[in-house]
Every structure is written in structure tokens, then in C-alpha cells.
């Protein structure tokens, strides 16, 4: 990756999710502006410019972040909450991309403020045909909140 801010975080553990994911973005034109990291703790590190990534500007912030919930040390609601609870990254783009459909996941993404819910197909085009519309919508369609400023990753 080059070193400007990823245009996507990606938050997942499952290395066959990550592939899927990698290769669904590398076909619709995001794949060397994406940022993998495998949980919750790294992807707080990397939000906040702290551990590993504390000499990256913590005001440049990814356009996406794509958020598993089942995730190890951290799980992804609490990486939500934590987002949300700072001033730098509150209005941060947080999908949350999970194989849970349980209301009560739903729920409580949506009550920590998540951007949006979608739950991953199972059928591999399926996935990929989500991942790319996700992708186009959060970086080219949807309108970022002007405060997030020209440092925020634009595709």
C-alpha cells in the first residue's frame, strides 16, 4: 500500500472473509487503497495513531471502515463505542460487515451509531457484488460530513 491514508480500514480476522473481501475490492478499482487489520486492538491502534501506527497523522481517517463484530482482544462493538466516544473519530464512515443477523447485533450497532448494518452473503458473487457496492456507495455516492475535512480518504 502505498503511503497515503487508506481509503478503507478493514477490520477482520477470518483470513477466507479478508481474501473474499481484498478481491472484491481489487476488482472494483479500492484494492491498493485498503488497510487490514485482525482486531479490535489493532484497529483502535490504527484509528487513534497509537502502538505500531502511532507516526501516522491520527487526523487523516479512512473514507470506510468495514468492522467484523466477532473479533479477538476487542470485539467490534466495543471498537464502535470507542469510535464514537471520540471527538476524532465520531463522525468516522463505520459499516458494520458481519455474518450476524441476530436483532440484537443489529440493534446495538445501530445504538452505537453505525453507519449501517449489512450482513455477508454467503454466495461468493453475492459477497463480492456487496463489498463493491459498498465501496462505491460510502466513497463515491454518499457525502462525507464536511468536518471530517480534506484529510479524510477519498478514492
Known sequence: M???????LLVEDN???EALTLRALTRSGFGDRVKVVRDGAEAL???????????????RLPGLVL???????IDGLEVLRRLRADPRTTLACVV???SS???????????NRANSFVRKPVAF???SQTVEQLARYWLQINEPESSLGPNHAQP
Request: charged content about 30%; glycine content about 4%.
Open 45 to 59: 491502534d490504527f484509528m487513534f495513531a497509537a502502538g505500531q501506527y502511532n507516526d501516522r497523522d491520527p487526523a
Open 2 to 8: 502505498n503511503s497515503a491514508v487508506p481509503a478503507i
Open 125 to 127: 458473487e453475492s459477497f
Open 67 to 73: 468492522l467484523d463484530l466477532k473479533l479477538p482482544r
Open 96 to 98: 458494520v460487515f458481519t
Open 101 to 111: 443477523g441476530e436483532q440484537r447485533d443489529i440493534h446495538r450497532a445501530y445504538e
Open 15 to 17: 483470513p477466507d472473509d
